[in-house]
């Protein structure tokens, strides 16, 4: 998810507003069919922080890409721990696109992910413990590392621990070998998890 530059909202025609551009009038905007009228209202809501609730259901059900980067991209200006909260389900939506643009959104909001992401590391979806992951993976935080090492120290899902060691081996340091080493001795039976834990562990050394 590209952070959205204003010409991609005007490229085509002027635009001539048919709704106020006050919280209902917004509100009502998000419903209109036209992609164009729901573009200009998901950039406009972010004035209104009380807009996080309707935007992340607008997009579970919204088609249109530009829009759903336009939200993504307002609620990253919103951000706080209610805009993570809202937005950590649509971990879970079948639309693969959406998810990435989710991700991405939520590695711009460390301080706010950093109140979750224990949570994410131990969901009981195998997948959504992967997602946090890849959320880590390039995740401007302090704990981006101490996370990842605990969350291999305890993971037993072979895919998830595949992620974990990934991660690791682009973010991780020192302090990761001994967990690392320990891992090869759980995952000794599996080829790739052993290829991989070695080359993060050379990585990280």
Known sequence: ???IKKRELNSGKNVNRLYERDWDGLIKQ???DDPVER???VRDLVKFPESVGPLCELLK???DHLVQ????????QIGGSEAVSAM???LRSDDARLRNGVIEALQGMPEDVALVMNDLLTDEDSDVRIFAADILRILPHKNTVKWLCDALEKEEHPNVVGAIVDRLSEVGD???VPVLKSSIEKFQDNQYLSFAINTAIKMSS
């Open 30 to 32: 998000l419903e209109d």
């Open 69 to 76: 980067d336009l939200a993504l991209d307002t609620l990253m």
């Open 174 to 176: 020192e302090g990761c």
């Open 39 to 41: 573009r200009w209202a």
């Open 61 to 63: 059900r919204e088609g």
């Open 88 to 90: 950590v389900p649509l």
């Open 1 to 3: 998810m590209a952070l």
